[in-house]
C-alpha cells in the first residue's frame, strides 16, 4: 500500500514522463539518466514495479558517466517530490553543479510544529528540509492553504526569504468504483484509513470501540483501519494485537490495494478521522468524491479539503464521536442522509487542475 508522498511522486511521474530525465541518487551523489533510460524507469514504476533492484544500480552508473559526458541539465527544472536527501546542506551544493533550478514540493511542516508526534530527532530533519527548501528553492509546490502558512511564518520566525509558492490541492488518487463488489463483512461498519502514528489518532477510535462493544455486543457495528504502521505507534498495535475484546470488531489491513480500498469505502458508513492535526487530508477527499459520508476532527486542512460536507467534532471529543458513530450506523439515520445529501453538491479536485496550477507555476519562474 502506497503512502501519500508516493501517490504524488507518480502521478508527477505520469504527467512529466514523456518530457522529462529521472534524476538518481547514490547518497548524496546524483546524476539525470539519458532520455531512454528514463523511459525504462519511468515505466517500471507506473506498471508497479518500485522495486527497480538491479535495473537502479545499472542505470545509476550509466547516468553518472553521462552526465559527466555532457550533463545538459542547465535551465533545467528538477523536481523534489519526495524530500529526499533535502536536509543535508550538500545536496545544494550537487544542485547547483547539475545547473538545474530545483522546485521542491513541501508536503507540511508537522515534525516541526508537532513534533512530539514524531521519532525523536525528526524535528531536526525536516528543519533542514525545509530550510534548505527555502534557501535554494526557485519554487515551492505545497498542497493546501494550511501548509504555505506554515510555510510562510517558518521563514518569517527563522529570517529567512521566502521563494515564489504555489498552492495546488491533491486529487484523489482511490477512483470509485463503477461496479462494486461484495461488502467485505455483512454488518455496519467504519473505515479510518491512513499510516498508523500517533497524530492520526486510532487510539481514541480503539478506545470507543472497545466501550461500543462493552455497551451493545454484537450489535457494535464494525472498523476498519486501512494504513501501514508507522512509528511510535507501540500502544496502538499492542490494543490491535493483544485486546481480544477488539476481535472480530476491529479490522487491520496494512497492504490494501486501490481496487480493495475504493470496495470498503463504498460499502462503509463513514470514514473516520480523528487526527490531531494535518497538512492536507487525502483520505478525506478520496471518500467525499467515492460519495462516502466522513466524520472529521474539526482541522484547518480538513475543512480545507472538505468544506461544509464532513461532519467536524473535536478530536478528544469522546462522547461526541461514539454518539456520531451510533447515529451513522443507523438504518435511516438523518443526520447521514443530510450528508448524503450535502456530498451531491461536492466537486473534487482534479490531477489536471492540480498541473495546470504546477504547469502555469513554472512558467512564471525567472
Given at each position: 500500500m502506497l503512502a501519500g508522498i508516493d501517490r504524488v511522486t507518480l502521478e508527477y511521474v505520469r504527467h512529466y514522463a514523456g518530457r522529462a530525465r529521472a534524476v538518481l541518487s547514490l547518497g548524496l551523489l546524483a546524476a539525470a539518466a539519458t532520455r531512454a533510460d528514463s523511459a525504462r524507469l519511468f515505466g517500471r514504476l507506473l506498471d508497479g514495479g518500485y522495486n527497480i533492484g538491479p535495473l537502479g544500480a545499472e542505470l545509476i552508473a550509466k547516468a553518472w558517466l553521462y552526465n559527466w559526458i555532457a550533463p545538459g541539465t542547465?535551465?533545467?527544472?528538477?523536481?523534489?517530490?519526495?524530500?529526499?536527501?533535502?536536509?543535508?546542506?550538500?545536496?545544494?551544493?550537487?544542485?547547483?553543479?547539475?545547473?538545474?533550478?530545483?522546485?521542491?514540493f513541501i508536503h507540511d511542516l508537522i515534525p516541526i510544529s508537532h513534533a512530539e508526534y514524531f521519532r525523536p530527532g525528526?524535528?531536526?530533519?525536516?528543519?533542514?528540509?525545509?530550510?534548505?527548501?527555502?534557501?535554494?528553492?526557485?519554487?515551492?509546490?505545497?498542497?493546501?492553504?494550511?501548509?504555505?502558512?506554515a510555510l510562510r511564518l517558518h521563514a518569517q520566525q527563522n529570517g529567512l526569504a521566502c521563494p515564489p509558492v504555489a498552492v495546488a490541492p491533491l486529487a484523489p488518487s482511490v477512483k470509485a468504483l463503477r461496479s462494486p463488489g461484495a461488502a467485505p463483512i455483512d454488518k455496519p461498519y467504519f473505515v479510518c484509513v491512513g499510516t498508523i502514528e500517533p497524530r492520526k489518532n486510532h487510539l481514541l477510535l480503539l478506545h470507543l470501540w472497545r466501550e461500543l462493544i462493552a455497551r451493545?455486543?454484537?450489535?457494535?457495528?464494525?472498523?476498519?483501519?486501512?494504513?501501514?504502521?508507522?512509528?511510535?505507534?507501540?500502544?496502538?498495535?499492542?490494543?490491535?494485537?493483544?485486546?481480544?475484546?477488539?476481535?472480530g470488531f476491529v479490522f487491520e489491513d496494512n497492504d490494501c490495494d486501490d481496487a480493495k480500498l475504493a470496495n470498503i469505502l463504498h460499502h462503509a458508513r463513514a470514514l473516520l478521522m480523528p487526527s490531531f492535526v494535518e497538512g492536507y487530508g487525502m483520505p478525506v477527499a478520496e471518500a467525499l468524491a467515492a460519495g462516502l459520508p466522513v466524520i472529521a476532527s474539526d482541522v484547518p486542512a480538513f475543512r480545507e479539503v472538505g468544506g461544509g460536507v464532513p461532519?467536524?467534532?473535536?478530536?478528544?471529543?469522546?462522547?461526541g464521536w461514539s454518539e456520531l458513530?451510533?447515529?451513522?450506523?443507523?438504518?435511516g439515520s438523518a443526520r447521514r442522509a443530510a450528508q448524503l445529501e450535502r456530498l451531491r453538491g461536492f466537486s473534487p479536485s482534479t490531477w489536471e487542475a492540480h498541473f495546470r496550477i504546477v504547469d502555469d507555476f513554472l512558467e512564471a519562474l525567472p
Open positions: 542547465a535551465n533545467s527544472v528538477l523536481f523534489n517530490i519526495s524530500t529526499l536527501w533535502m536536509d543535508n546542506p550538500r545536496y545544494a551544493m550537487h544542485l547547483r553543479w547539475l545547473g538545474a533550478r530545483p522546485v521542491f525528526e524535528k531536526g530533519v525536516h528543519t533542514g528540509i525545509v530550510r534548505n527548501a527555502l534557501t535554494i528553492a526557485r519554487g515551492i509546490i505545497v498542497n493546501s492553504r494550511v501548509t504555505e502558512a451493545h455486543g454484537d450489535a457494535a457495528p464494525r472498523l476498519f483501519i486501512v494504513g501501514q504502521r508507522g512509528w511510535e505507534c507501540e500502544n496502538i498495535v499492542d490494543l490491535l494485537e493483544r485486546c481480544d475484546a477488539l476481535q461532519e467536524y467534532i473535536d478530536p478528544i471529543d469522546g462522547r458513530i451510533l447515529e451513522y450506523a443507523r438504518d
